[in-house]
């Protein structure tokens, strides 16, 4: 637990940076989006319990709505805070709205659940956000005491992010989020290796040798087929046994490892890297050492550029240790 607390303390640290929230926002566009306003607006209450939730009912209302109770005496029956589905995205949705953070246990006595104030919070589909373990609970709950009175910022927040996708995207979507996998694995980053003849790249596939050629011969011990490596930058075709055995593992995990699997292969574009995080073979320096390992041989040959390398770096580091910790946090001991 020593160490996951480290690890949940260096990614906060690493995303409270302010040179760091516009590249943290969004991996794929790399722009956020600041012009999102929060109004509050009276609704009547939607449910009978307390809770914190998200609404995507319009796209293009990013209002906030506070759901208040008709008195003192129903107010932990009836109230509620429903956000807008941008809160999954890097927009800032609005000011923090409550004041004191606490986790409780579920009322089945199964799962543990995070509370805003007197609210409950939950996912986008408006379920109990039930987390399967306590230490995951304070982890996600310290992400939203770390968030500052004048905004919530959901990009400061991966561990939440992740529980929503474990909690509800897997469940729904599990065949197709192993198809997308299983489509980008004969092009994967550690089957694809620079040519040992040029002179421009001899140096570089000295080093991948030095460093992918262990990871491959786990691979192989781990599945029981050797994997074939490519000089091509497009791969190639993996024997069918190694790509059945893959498949079959990614079949056999549960929803939380199968979020964190998707989050790291995304972010390291190698699905044998997230894998071995996931397995344990690979620590979380290894990872992002074997994900940058041509780029930072550029740097060291040509040069750090501020603003550029050092940003991908520190978003690179919070995606895969956040997938990692999250991971970890949600088995049960």
């Known amino acids: 637990m020593a160490n996951l607390h480290s690890l949940i303390t260096k990614s906060l640290k690493s995303i409270k940076s302010k040179t760091l929230l516009i590249p943290l926002s969004s991996s794929l566009s790399r722009s956020v989006r600041h012009s999102t306003s929060a109004t509050h607006h009276q609704q009547p209450p939607a449910s009978a319990d307390s809770s914190f939730t998200?609404?995507?009912?319009?796209?293009?209302?990013?209002?906030?709505?506070?759901?208040?109770?008709a008195s003192m005496s129903d107010r932990r029956s009836s109230s509620s805070v429903t956000m807008p589905m941008s809160f999954m995205t890097g927009s800032i949705v609005g000011k923090r709205f409550y004041k004191?953070?606490?986790?409780?246990?579920a009322e089945d006595g199964i799962g543990w659940m995070v509370m805003l104030d007197y609210r409950t919070l939950k996912t986008p589909s408006k379920k109990p956000l039930k987390l399967p373990t306590l230490a995951l609970a304070k982890a996600i709950a310290a992400e939203w005491e770390y968030q500052q009175t004048d905004g919530i910022r959901p990009f400061t927040m991966p561990l939440m992010k992740l529980a929503c996708t474990a909690l509800e995207r897997?469940?729904?979507?599990?065949?197709?989020?192993?198809?997308?996998?299983?489509?980008?694995?004969?092009?994967?980053?550690?089957?694809?290796?620079?040519?040992?003849?040029?002179?421009?790249?001899?140096?570089?596939?000295?080093?991948q040798v030095e460093k992918l050629n262990p990871l491959l011969s786990w691979v192989e011990l781990e599945f029981g087929f050797k994997p074939v490596v490519y000089s091509s930058f497009f791969g190639g075709k993996q024997e069918d046994g190694l790509v059945k055995a893959v498949e079959n593992l990614l079949k056999r995990s549960d929803d939380c490892e199968l979020a964190a699997i998707d989050a790291i292969a995304a972010a390291a574009h190698s699905l044998v890297i997230a894998i071995a995080v996931v397995r344990d073979k690979l620590q979380i320096e290894e990872a992002i050492e074997l994900i940058r390992l041509e780029e930072d041989f550029q740097v060291e040959r040509w040069g750090l550029v501020e603003g550029g390398h050092d940003v991908d770096i520190a978003d690179l580091r919070v995606q895969v240790s956040s997938a990692a910790v999250f991971l970890g946090l949600s088995r049960r001991t």
């Open 100 to 105: 004191k953070v606490t986790t409780r246990e």
């Open 54 to 69: 998200f609404s995507s009912n319009d796209d293009k209302n990013q209002s906030i709505y506070v759901k208040g109770p």
């Open 170 to 207: 897997v469940p729904l979507t599990r065949p197709k989020i192993i198809e997308h996998l299983m489509r980008k694995f004969n092009q994967d980053l550690v089957f694809c290796q620079a040519p040992a003849d040029n002179d421009l790249t001899t140096h570089v596939h000295d080093r």
